[in-house]
């Protein structure tokens, strides 16, 4: 065989030869330097590439692109992007977290939950839940942890949300499934002095872990919003026309960030 | 409007944006592209087959605007500036150098023809296989290959051209 050209040296590294292709670059690598220095180069050239983009995979899906998405009208998308300028400028300032006291935030969401009681409105509907009798849970999950103080549960099969007819038919369940995440189950809890739901929704994805969405009503006023973080979990705050929201979660910042814009636009419809 | 169509879009808008920062050089530019594709994928999700790779049509969607609006412009686009990813001034020395460093890169990219680009990011970047990056660009698989072989030794020629980079770039990625 000739010296690899620099096409089949890149199909090489690459790795779309042939097995007998491959052997014969690799007779050639190991026994011509120049050859091996050349590969090298062309492999460090392909990994800075990769580094000079791996960057936008981090970023916060803007709004108007999760509306795209879903296929919103003009209206809405015009509406989302005036949040969403709201919440770039947030995002586009300083480390706008660091200094905040996390552990307090943390300390401060988690004491605005009471105990959550038999029957609660849910955000945007009229109806009540009734909560299945005596469904308590105990577990050690993290989302356990940072309320500790649910006491009801909404019965749900698990994986099953079309069973969700224990909830008024009209309340919306968010769809996080693009996040690879699944509905399992909502509680009840009392934020603020104002009744709650909390959504938990996991994934298989060891490295993501659990994420619960809580929605309450809220008469404050609307609050851009506002990151925390304690004892490994991050959590997003943030009221909208009349509804408070949480997001809380292991995942890193940035996942949590995309959803919350994906959350953002689909209670806006909620 | 396909629900599933707008859950798979969710879930490939990174990639896309990714792709799209790639071939216009502009954070603004890229997601007019990808929302401008998103809105067109949701119009013609007939015409998505079943059994084949959304994120191939959805990449093949991204390509053709583009190239649609490149010939509409019929000008080679100005310097643009990388709004997603500027310098910070005040960084300390060794991260802003990677992050120059990073911005040669994207700038070398920029300077290549844009099937080029197309390869590049298809291949490269994103992992595609030739087999699936030629059926993105709808050209064979033997011209995605010549075209890959040219943008890397190109890439790699502008590359060394800038002195230090090496060590610059791999700064950057051990960030």
């Not at chain 1, 090489?12 to 011509?32: C, V």
């Not at chain 1, 929704?201 to 404050?220: C, D, E, F, M, W």
């Not at chain 1, 705050?237 to 994906?262: F, P, S, V």
């Not at chain 2, 460093?101 to 595609?128: I, Y």
Request: glycine content about 8%; some cysteine; hydrophobic content about 45%.
């Amino acid at each position: 065989m000739l010296k690899p050209s620099d096409d089949r040296l890149i199909a090489y590294l690459d790795g779309e030869l042939d097995e007998s292709e491959r052997a014969a670059i690799a007779h050639w690598l190991e026994h011509d330097g120049e050859l091996r220095e050349r590969a090298a180069l062309l492999g460090e050239s392909a990994a800075a590439l990769r580094a000079a983009f791996d960057e936008v995979l981090r970023e916060p899906l803007p709004e108007r692109l999760i509306a795209a998405a879903r296929g919103a009208g003009a209206a809405v998308v015009e509406l989302s992007a005036a949040r969403s300028r709201r919440w770039n400028r947030v995002l586009g300032g300083p480390r706008w977290w660091v200094g905040i006291a996390a552990a307090a935030s943390f300390a401060a969401f988690a004491i605005g939950f009471g105990l959550g009681g038999g029957e609660v409105t849910l955000p945007g509907a009229p109806e009540t839940a009734r909560v299945a009798p005596g469904a308590e849970l105990v577990s050690d999950t993290f989302p356990d942890n940072l309320a500790g103080y649910y006491k009801r549960y909404v019965t749900v099969n698990p994986g099953d949300a079309t069973s969700f007819d224990k909830l008024p038919q009209n309340f919306h369940l968010p769809n996080l499934k693009p996040w690879g995440l699944d509905f399992q189950g909502a509680r009840f809890l009392m934020v603020e002095g104002q009744p709650a739901t909390a959504l938990v929704y996991t994934t298989s994805n060891q490295a993501l872990g659990p994420v619960i969405v809580v929605v309450a009503n809220s008469g404050k006023p609307d609050e851009t919003v506002r990151f925390a973080r304690s004892s490994d979990i991050n959590v997003l705050r943030w009221r909208h026309h009349g509804h408070a929201y949480a997001l809380a979660g292991t995942a890193n910042a940035n996942y949590l960030w995309n959803i919350h814009n994906d959350l953002a636009y689909q209670f806006d419809g909620i | 409007m396909s629900v599933s169509v707008s859950d798979q879009l969710i879930a490939v808008l990174p990639r896309m944006r990714r792709f799209a920062r790639g071939l216009t050089g502009s954070a603004v530019e890229a997601d007019d592209l990808v929302q401008a594709a998103c809105e067109r994928a949701l119009s013609r999700a007939h015409q998505f087959q079943e059994g084949t790779r959304f994120d191939s049509w959805m990449f093949r969607i991204v390509q053709t605007i583009w190239i649609d609006q490149l010939r509409a412009r019929d000008t080679r686009r100005e310097e643009a500036e990388d709004e997603g990813m500027h310098v910070g001034t005040d960084e300390p020395g060794r991260r802003a150098e990677a992050r120059l460093a990073l911005q040669e890169v994207r700038n070398a990219l920029r300077e290549l023809p844009p099937e080029q680009r197309v390869a590049l990011l298809l291949v490269t970047v994103d992992g595609l296989s030739y087999k699936e990056a030629a059926e993105v660009a709808e050209v064979p698989v033997g011209t995605i290959m010549s075209r890959l072989a040219r943008a890397r030794v190109a890439l790699q020629a502008k590359l060394d051209a800038g002195s230090g980079l090496r060590r610059r770039t791999q700064d950057a990625e051990a960030e």
